[in-house]
């Protein structure tokens, strides 16, 4: 299972929409890899997968958000049979962008849940309306969504960093 995941983000990563990022890295570009992987996370990775669903269907970012980390997960072990010491050391330099960026993932989750308990119990925003609490769990979602900003910043800072400078010289 890690292998065929690895290879289908490999894929995805060659061609497609992604391959301006995978071309970024590979070709040094410090400022479109960081721009590129900013703006991947934070549209599609937050938004179209967490915040889109929720606003649509209450809570069903959260099982998008739950599933990715599991996938994520399964895509980033490092496989057992290949445990040298420069993967290893490439592992931990990974580990860094999954917390980076699983945090600001979880600070999403932790919004759209927040706007669908809005809309579902609009008391808890200080309304009765359901409508009212939909757009004041907007409101709220949209206060996170600045912790989320910057936790993507900086994730996407180290991604390009370590992309760029550290992992090409290791592995």
């Known amino acids: 299972m890690h292998d065929s995941l690895g290879k289908a983000v490999l894929a995805g990563l060659a061609s497609g929409p992604l391959a301006g990022v995978l071309g970024a890295y590979n070709g040094g570009h410090f ?33 998008v958000g739950a599933f990715r980390a599991l996938l994520w997960g399964v895509a980033f072990s490092p496989p057992l049979s290949d445990l040298t010491a420069p993967r290893v050391l490439a592992g931990l330099l990974v580990l860094g962008v999954l917390l980076l960026e699983g945090e600001a993932y979880v600070l999403a989750m932790l919004a759209a849940y927040l706007q669908g308990r809005a ?15 939909y757009r004041r769990g907007i409101g709220i979602a949209l206060q996170i969504y600045a912790l989320v900003i910057l936790m993507l910043i900086a994730a996407a800072l180290y991604e390009s960093l370590v992309g760029i400078l550290l992992l090409p010289r290791i592995v």
């Open 31 to 63: 400022l479109s890899a960081f721009l590129l992987t900013f703006l991947g996370n934070l549209f599609v990775g937050s938004f179209a997968a967490i915040t889109l669903p929720s606003l649509l269907l209450p809570f069903s970012g959260l099982v």
């Open 119 to 133: 809309l579902l119990a609009p008391r808890f925003v200080g309304t009765i309306s359901h409508w009212e609490g």
